[in-house]
Every structure is written in C-alpha cells, then in structure tokens.
C-alpha cells in the first residue's frame, strides 16, 4: 500500500505565491509519474500538472507560466509552486502518483493524496 501526504496550502492573496507538497511513502518501487489535480466547487476535478520519471512535464494552459511542478526522486515528493496566483485558483488541490509496488505482485496502481485547500482571496 502506498500513502501519498500533502501539505502547503493556505489562503494567500491575489498575486502572492504558495507552494505544496506531495511526499509517497509505503511499497514503493519506483515511481512513473506523479501530477497535481484541482477540482473547485460545482467544477469536475482537472489536471494541473505532471512530471515524468523522465522529467518531462505538461501543464494545463490555465497555469503555464505560473505554476512549475518537480520531483525530489530520492524522497518520492513532488512540488508545485504556484506562482502569480489568482482566485480562479481556488480549489481542492490533489496529489496523484503512478507507482511500480515493491511488494508481489509486482504491478503498477494509481494513487491520491487526501487534498489541500488552496484559497486566493483579497
């Protein structure tokens, strides 16, 4: 089984910055990928962004430029700095990670963190 732990968010104002982060913990073997998720009142949960294994990354047009995602591999966490914030950015903020189990059998599951309000009010 594998946990996924999140923390870092908060309320900040319009423009300010914040960042969050998601440390996986458990049978782990090795990660693939791991992304950050939002999903807002009324509104279905969205890809924010995501970083390979390899280091690639994609982000959702909405953030490009403000926000940058990245992985410390030998602690299994990720980052997303949020940048230039705005109050269209708040919503619930999830961590998902692909993970290779260390544990038989052997396979690859996906898992979420539990969430992390993120508010952007003046």
């Known amino acids: 089984q594998v946990q996924l732990v999140e923390s870092g968010g908060g309320l900040v104002q319009p423009g300010g910055s914040l960042r969050l982060s998601c440390a996986a913990s458990?049978?782990?073997?090795?990660?693939?990928?791991m992304g950050w998720y939002r999903q807002a009142p009324g509104n279905q949960r969205e890809l924010v962004a995501r970083?390979?294994?390899?280091?690639?990354?994609n982000y959702a047009d909405s953030v490009k430029g403000r926000f940058t995602i990245s992985r410390d591999i030998a602690k299994n966490t990720a980052y997303l700095q949020m940048n230039s914030l705005k109050p269209d950015d708040t919503a619930v903020y999830y961590c998902?990670?692909?993970?290779?189990?260390?544990?038989?059998?052997?396979?690859?599951?996906?898992?979420w963190g539990q969430g992390t309000q993120v508010t952007v009010s003046s």
């Open positions: 998902k990670a692909s993970v290779l189990r260390s544990t038989v059998p052997i396979r690859r599951d996906d898992y």
């Open positions: 458990g049978a782990i073997f090795s990660i693939s990928a």
């Open positions: 970083i390979t294994s390899g280091g690639s990354t």
